[in-house]
């Protein structure tokens, strides 16, 4: 299991933090969409099964140690975080506590009917 950085390919933004395994890995390079393995759920997570923003990988780069993974992507729908942000990095910490600095893209509630 290792971390899995998104990143938008085209801005360069931090779009999330995620993680893959073997089969997630496979999944993606397979597929040309990001495929991450959930730990909460313990299951394979095919990005945008719900929400239809599916990640279009780009490229895949790992660090040098080879312990982490940059998935370069183009963020189908606009949104990358399921509280419908861009990216799921929309909190800046101040010295006045977070404030939040991206525009919402979608109402999660509307998007995720469980």
Request: glycine letters at 8%; hydrophobic letters at 40%; aromatic letters at 10%.
């Amino acid at each position: 299991m290792l971390p899995a950085i998104a990143q938008d390919a085209e801005s360069g933004d931090v779009l999330m933090l995620a993680y893959m395994n073997v089969e997630s890995y496979a999944k993606t390079l397979e597929t040309g969409h990001a495929v991450y393995f959930s730990r909460s759920r313990n299951k394979l997570w095919h990005k945008g099964e719900e929400s239809g923003n599916v990640q279009h990988v780009q490229e895949i780069f790992v660090d040098c140690d080879a312990d982490t993974i940059l998935l370069k992507v183009i963020q189908g729908g606009g949104a990358a975080c399921h509280e419908g942000y861009k990216s799921c990095f929309f909190r800046q910490v101040t010295t006045d506590g977070l404030v939040t600095v991206g525009d919402r893209i979608f109402d999660p509630a509307t998007v995720y009917k469980k």
